[in-house]
């Protein structure tokens, strides 16, 4: 059977059914991933050859690092009394032990996490991040770290210390980044699921990119305790799912109160289950802000969208123009706090502290030099520039203000509207290395994403179409559209962006990837 194809909810049922056990499914994806992951490079390090079936409370591994990167499995831990963390959905049994693909910037304990980074090449937790804790605890199994751009620090994906991931749909391009490698992996199919952190786009625009569904919850939702911090008031974790459905049901697993996490909401995750029974959009006011549809978006991107929100309307939705005034300052914004808490956040890793030590003529500057991508570096000098004294109140401090009136602008809006549908990135997938002695024109790849953000609301990207890229008309690649929503709107942006998923199904799955 070709399990790559199914959901979450279709394999938890063949399970449940008796049509196939956990092990099965399991070897399957390992299977495709020792095939396709060469050229992928998808994953930083592989999925275990024999992982634990034996009940859900062996699902956290203790591990011994072997020569090549990759990971055995010597004895099973639990020091968590196990607890479902399901919400309303008790469809999925604890023993499923269905694989998920885990980017390598949250910590599981005894297992090798780098942020892709030199400086982490050897780095092992001793400690298991909440979401993937909340994961394993619902019956899921961690299945290998995805590469990424370096400790979240991209667009692209090409950052990564190990090398850049690969677009299934075209290997010679980029698959957006900078969750890259879980991107990949499920839209080729070598997992059914990844999770994924989103700090300006970095769910949303690679998911689009690969022809996924990405899913960013509300800043606070999810807790960041064991995310390696990169941003910390922006770094959000989520999801890389086949479905809209299977993206809901991950968010209620993991996204409850942590007291570890102080910026941990205590607001309780509780779906009504009729969501997903919706079948048009009547009654709903979808919002389309000007400033989202300007000069500069590929023609084929723009076409794709025009023609998902004329199916929108014949949803039965009504669809106003809406203002959204200062999006134009928020890449400006965004790469100025965005870099000031990366200087913050990133000077523990000095080589005695955090990482890998190679002393430089006894200097530990050197040693970062040698260990630390340019993407790092760069954007810790602006950090560190832009805190520093004389230029704070010039810089950072007008940063936070314009931060504040995107924030506002967006809640006076969904007074207006339920949600808002932009498209999630203005281009399709370029060429690796294309852009890569150009930063500004990376950044600028993350202008309809970052904004939302800045504001801390939920989005939600959905595959709709293709599009040709200006370099060669004989491709299509996949585009995605974006849902936004309010404040503590999860469910709205869900329910919605489902809708439309099943209405554009036809459309979507018209096409496959090269690597599939």
Not at 1 to 10: A, V
Not at 255 to 265: E, F, G, I, M, N
Not at 419 to 429: K, L, R, S
Not at 490 to 508: D, K, Q, T, W, Y
Request: glycine share 8%; hydrophobic share 40%.
């Amino acid at each position: 059977m070709l399990y790559k194809n199914l959901s979450l909810f279709e394999l938890s049922d063949l399970i449940k059914n008796g049509k196939t056990t956990s092990e099965e499914i399991y070897n399957y994806f390992l299977e495709r991933t020792k095939k396709y992951n060469e050229e992928l490079n998808a994953f930083n390090t592989m999925p275990l050859d024999k992982p634990f079936f034996k009940d859900f409370e062996s699902s956290l591994l203790a591990v011994s690092y072997a020569e090549g990167g990759l990971w055995k499995a010597t004895d099973s831990v639990s020091e968590q009394n196990p607890q479902s963390y399901l919400g309303r959905d008790s469809s999925f049994a604890k023993e499923l032990q269905i694989p998920i693909a885990v980017k390598d910037i949250f910590c599981e304990k005894w297992i090798r996490t780098t942020a892709s980074s030199k400086m982490l090449e050897n780095f092992v937790p001793p400690y298991e991040s909440t979401v993937t804790e909340r994961m394993k605890q619902a019956g899921f199994v961690s299945f290998g770290k995805t590469n990424m751009d370096e400790f979240a620090m991209g667009g692209s994906g090409e950052n990564s210390a190990f090398g850049p991931a690969h677009n299934p749909w075209d290997p010679t391009r980029i698959p957006g980044g900078s969750s890259s490698g879980s991107a990949v992996a499920v839209a080729a199919g070598l997992v059914p699921a990844a999770l994924g952190t989103d700090t300006g786009g970095s769910i949303r625009q690679p998911a689009s990119m690969c022809g996924i569904v990405g899913f960013k919850p509300g800043y606070g939702r999810n807790s960041r305790y064991g995310v390696m911090a990169m941003a910390s008031s922006l770094d959000t974790p989520g999801y890389f799912t086949r479905t809209v459905r299977d993206a809901g049901l991950l968010y209620e697993v993991t996204a409850w109160h942590d007291p570890r996490d102080s910026t941990s909401l205590p607001d309780p995750v509780a779906f009504n289950p009729a969501i997903w029974n919706k079948k048009d959009l009547k009654w709903i006011k979808v919002g389309l802000p000007r400033e989202y549809f300007i000069d500069g978006i590929d023609p084929g991107v723009r076409a794709t969208i025009d023609t998902s929100i004329a199916k929108i309307r014949e949803l039965g939705a009504e669809v106003i123009d809406i203002s959204l005034p200062h999006t134009e300052h928020g890449i400006s914004a965004y790469y100025t706090i965005c870099p000031a808490e990366v200087a913050s956040n990133l000077a523990r890793y000095d080589g005695i502290r955090y990482g890998e030590l190679e002393w430089v003529g006894g200097d530990i500057v050197a040693n970062r030099s040698k260990s630390l991508g340019d993407e790092i570096q760069r954007r810790s000098l602006i950090g560190s520039y832009v805190l520093s004294s004389g230029f704070y109140d010039a810089y950072f401090r007008k940063a936070t203000a314009v931060r504040e009136l995107i924030r506002q602008e967006f809640a006076h809006a969904f007074t207006q509207v339920d949600v808002i549908v932009t498209p999630t990135a203005p281009t399709v997938a370029w060429k690796i290395g294309e852009k890569g002695s150009d930063p500004l024109a990376l950044y600028l790849e993350d202008i309809f994403t970052i904004p939302a953000s800045l504001a801390g609301i939920p989005g939600l990207t959905i595959p709709v179409g293709y599009a040709s890229p200006a370099d060669d008309d004989t491709v299509d690649l996949p585009v995605g559209l974006q849902i936004l929503g309010p404040v503590l709107g999860e469910e709205a942006v869900l329910m919605i962006g489902n809708v439309i998923e099943i209405a554009m199904r036809g459309i979507v799955e018209s096409k496959k990837p090269k690597i599939y």
